[in-house]
């Protein structure tokens, strides 16, 4: 259960409990695909609708006063078991206090949310020992994680109510902020929502190597992001019926690490955040309060070449990104903030959302958390100009282009299939997926099991801040995203790797594919997946 010190002055801090959405409840989809279909006629008829919020952008929390302590997940210890480093996860129903006095029913790992942090180095032989508690079937999926398709903890590898699961495999990624996430088939979204996803902090020599802020919780701070709607009684709405519209769920309250209206107390130096997007729909435009300059160190898979200077930076759902920010001149708190973007032409999402949700996360502001810098005496520091050594992929040996037309909610016109392989690779094969997004609003692709690299967009070069390992990537309306990536040899011919658009409402509505890793393509793939909930009891992951 959280704790959370610090009081609400009424009036001043209260969440805006009303509910926002204009939904008819619950809405007949019919009509909302008339309505859809309507605003698309609208759109293509007006080619200048007008985009009302970004003339007018919507500083949703301006009235918040961040007065609760940011809670710092804690680092999950493990115990060594024939060389392995054991970690206990227990899935269970749990309780937070987000807002004093309130009692929040939650979903949680260990009873809390987010979950603890787990931390291994490159070269750790892990395993997780996971007990599901719920009387839901769930999942744990290692987003970002390179290993067999039997530990990846997809749609396939399902632990029951009371069930449990113990993968484990030997860290093969580089230092790289991971995150860990039920992947239901069809609730993924509302898991997560709930309160299930955790850090999974990868260190190797490099950053051991390294003079960056590495002190967990206090300079080197991971920050979960996620946007929640609540009742009056302070519990979370999870609306079904978003699935049946553009974006996905938008909650007008932002929660990091599940507290709201949060500060910190850092240290008057340089410090490191590691940013993940939690959140089911809604992309942040991270900045400061300041206009200050931060470097970007690392993408969703490890260390950049060196760094990069921003004054923003966007995520998608699913992207994670470690920050440098520079706090020992300040004298003043500065807040980490999301600001109002534009996503060229969106014209059409946002229309709907105006119409159906009452917002577009492209039109909205946001204060996320106020950095309060502690006096004392701080030695300045130099960022190191060379962060990591990074071998790219060669375009002259891939061996098989692959192309995937996202629309609204498909991938290739099809939908997810538990029983269908989409494509299959060869282990060790180098491959270009070309990713086109044939419909009016953004998507995220995620690959299961890799770490890409952008070749580019549109076919111009990415921007600096994207050329690093990848393993989720904004696709805006009318673009084409090409993707470089070598598969591992981790052959399995019967359980397959998911890729999917990580707005997890898409997710759950089927816009997800499967692909199997095999030494010898040439052989018929065999789906060997028990239905959801029968894989119950006591299971051990295994390979082959
Ligand atoms: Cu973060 Cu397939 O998911
Ligand atoms: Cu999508």
């Given at each position: 259960?959280?704790s959370?010190?610090?009081?609400?002055?009424?009036?001043?801090?209260?969440?805006?409990?009303?509910?926002?959405?204009?939904l008819?409840?619950?809405a007949?989809?019919?009509?909302?695909?008339?309505?859809?279909?309507?605003?698309?006629?609208?759109?293509?008829?007006?080619?200048q609708?007008?985009?009302?919020?970004?003339?007018?952008?919507?500083?949703?929390?301006?009235?918040l006063v961040?007065?609760?302590?940011?809670?710092?997940?804690?680092?999950l210890?493990?115990?060594?078991?024939?060389?392995?480093?054991?970690?206990?996860?227990?899935?269970?129903?749990?309780?937070?206090?987000?807002?004093?006095?309130?009692?929040?029913?939650?979903?949680?790992y260990?009873?809390?949310?987010?979950?603890?942090?787990?931390?291994?180095h490159?070269?750790?032989?892990?395993r997780?020992?996971?007990?599901?508690?719920?009387?839901?079937?769930?999942?744990?999926?290692?987003?970002?994680?390179?290993?067999?398709a039997a530990?990846d903890?997809g749609?396939?590898?399902?632990?029951g109510?009371g069930?449990?699961?113990?993968?484990?495999?030997?860290?093969?990624n580089?230092?790289?902020?991971?995150?860990?996430?039920?992947?239901?088939?069809?609730?993924?979204?509302?898991?997560?929502?709930?309160?299930?996803?955790?850090?999974?902090?990868?260190?190797?020599?490099?950053?051991?190597?390294?003079?960056?802020?590495?002190?967990?919780?206090?300079?080197?701070?991971?920050?979960?992001?996620?946007?929640?709607?609540?009742?009056?009684?302070?519990?979370?709405?999870?609306?079904?019926?978003?699935?049946?519209?553009?974006?996905?769920?938008?909650?007008?309250?932002?929660?990091v690490?599940?507290?709201?209206?949060?500060?910190?107390?850092?240290?008057a130096?340089?410090i490191?955040?590691?940013?993940?997007?939690?959140?089911?729909?809604?992309?942040?435009n991270?900045?400061?309060?300041?206009?200050?300059?931060?470097?970007?160190?690392?993408?969703?898979?490890?260390l950049?070449?060196?760094?990069?200077?921003?004054?923003?930076?966007?995520?998608s759902?699913?992207?994670?990104a470690?920050?440098?920010?520079?706090?020992?001149?300040?004298?003043?708190?500065?807040?980490?903030?999301s600001?109002?973007?534009?996503?060229?032409?969106?014209?059409?999402?946002?229309?709907?959302?105006?119409?159906?949700?009452?917002g577009?996360?492209?039109?909205?502001?946001?204060?996320?958390?106020?950095?309060?810098?502690?006096t004392?005496?701080?030695?300045?520091?130099?960022?190191?100009?060379?962060?990591?050594?990074i071998?790219?992929?060669d375009?002259?040996?891939?061996?098989?282009?692959?192309?995937?037309?996202?629309?609204?909610?498909?991938?290739?016109?099809k939908?997810?299939?538990?029983?269908?392989?989409?494509?299959?690779?060869?282990?060790?094969?180098?491959?270009?997926?070309?990713?086109?997004n044939?419909?009016?609003?953004?998507?995220?692709?995620?690959?299961?099991?890799?770490?890409?690299?952008?070749?580019?967009?549109?076919?111009?070069?990415?921007?600096?801040?994207?050329?690093?390992?990848?393993?989720?990537?904004?696709?805006?309306?009318?673009?084409?995203?090409?993707?470089?990536?070598?598969?591992?040899?981790?052959?399995?011919?019967n359980?397959?790797?998911?890729f999917?658009?990580?707005?997890?409402?898409?997710?759950?509505?089927?816009?997800?594919?499967?692909?199997?890793?095999?030494?010898?393509?040439?052989?018929?793939?065999?789906?060997?997946?028990?239905?959801?909930?029968?894989?119950?009891?006591?299971?051990?992951?295994?390979?082959?």
């Amino acid at each position: 259960m959280m704790s959370q010190p610090a009081r609400l002055e009424p009036g001043v801090n209260s969440p805006d409990l009303s509910l926002r959405i204009r939904l008819p409840h619950p809405a007949p989809p019919a009509l909302l695909v008339l309505l859809a279909v309507g605003m698309l006629l609208a759109a293509c008829l007006s080619p200048q609708l007008e985009h009302p919020q970004a003339q007018n952008p919507e500083f949703v929390n301006g009235h918040l006063v961040a007065q609760n302590r940011l809670l710092i997940p804690p680092l999950l210890a493990p115990h060594m078991e024939n060389g392995e480093k054991v970690f206990d996860l227990t899935v269970g129903p749990g309780e937070a206090e987000i807002f004093p006095g309130k009692i929040t029913k939650i979903l949680s790992y260990n009873g809390m949310y987010p979950g603890p942090t787990i931390r291994a180095h490159a070269g750790d032989r892990v395993r997780l020992n996971i007990t599901n508690t719920l009387e839901e079937t769930t999942t744990v999926h290692w987003h970002g994680m390179e290993l067999p398709a039997a530990m990846d903890g997809g749609p396939h590898q399902v632990i029951g109510p009371g069930g449990s699961w113990q993968p484990y495999w030997t860290i093969n990624n580089q230092a790289a902020t991971l995150w860990y996430h039920p992947h239901t088939m069809g609730k993924t979204a509302e898991q997560v929502y709930r309160g299930l996803s955790g850090f999974f902090i990868i260190d190797d020599e490099n950053s051991d190597s390294l003079a960056l802020p590495r002190e967990y919780g206090v300079d080197d701070i991971p920050l979960v992001v996620q946007d929640k709607l609540f009742d009056p009684d302070g519990q979370f709405i999870y609306v079904h019926e978003h699935r049946v519209i553009t974006a996905g769920l938008l909650g007008d309250s932002i929660l990091v690490n599940g507290t709201y209206a949060p500060y910190i107390e850092a240290p008057a130096k340089l410090i490191r955040l590691r940013l993940l997007n939690g959140s089911a729909a809604r992309r942040y435009n991270f900045g400061f309060s300041d206009n200050c300059t931060f470097h970007l160190i690392a993408t969703d898979g490890g260390l950049l070449e060196a760094p990069v200077e921003q004054t923003r930076l966007l995520l998608s759902p699913g992207e994670r990104a470690e920050i440098l920010v520079d706090l020992s001149n300040l004298k003043e708190p500065i807040r980490l903030m999301s600001y109002v973007f534009t996503d060229g032409e969106n014209a059409v999402q946002n229309a709907i959302q105006e119409q159906l949700a009452g917002g577009t996360d492209e039109g909205q502001q946001f204060q996320i958390l106020e950095l309060r810098p502690k006096t004392g005496t701080f030695v300045s520091e130099q960022i190191p100009k060379v962060l990591n050594t990074i071998e790219h992929l060669d375009e002259n040996v891939v061996l098989k282009t692959r192309r995937f037309v996202l629309e609204a909610f498909t991938i290739n016109s099809k939908m997810m299939d538990h029983e269908r392989i989409d494509e299959v690779v060869r282990t060790g094969a180098t491959e270009i997926w070309e990713v086109e997004n044939n419909s009016p609003i953004y998507h995220g692709f995620h690959v299961h099991g890799i770490q890409f690299w952008v070749l580019d967009r549109n076919g111009m070069t990415p921007p600096v801040s994207e050329q690093g390992w990848k393993d989720t990537v904004t696709v805006t309306p009318q673009e084409t995203v090409r993707l470089i990536m070598k598969f591992l040899e981790y052959s399995d011919p019967n359980l397959p790797y998911m890729f999917h658009c990580h707005n997890l409402t898409h997710e759950d509505m089927g816009m997800m594919g499967q692909f199997v890793v095999v030494d010898e393509p040439s052989g018929q793939a065999q789906i060997q997946s028990p239905p959801d909930g029968i894989k119950q009891g006591d299971h051990a992951g295994h390979q082959n």
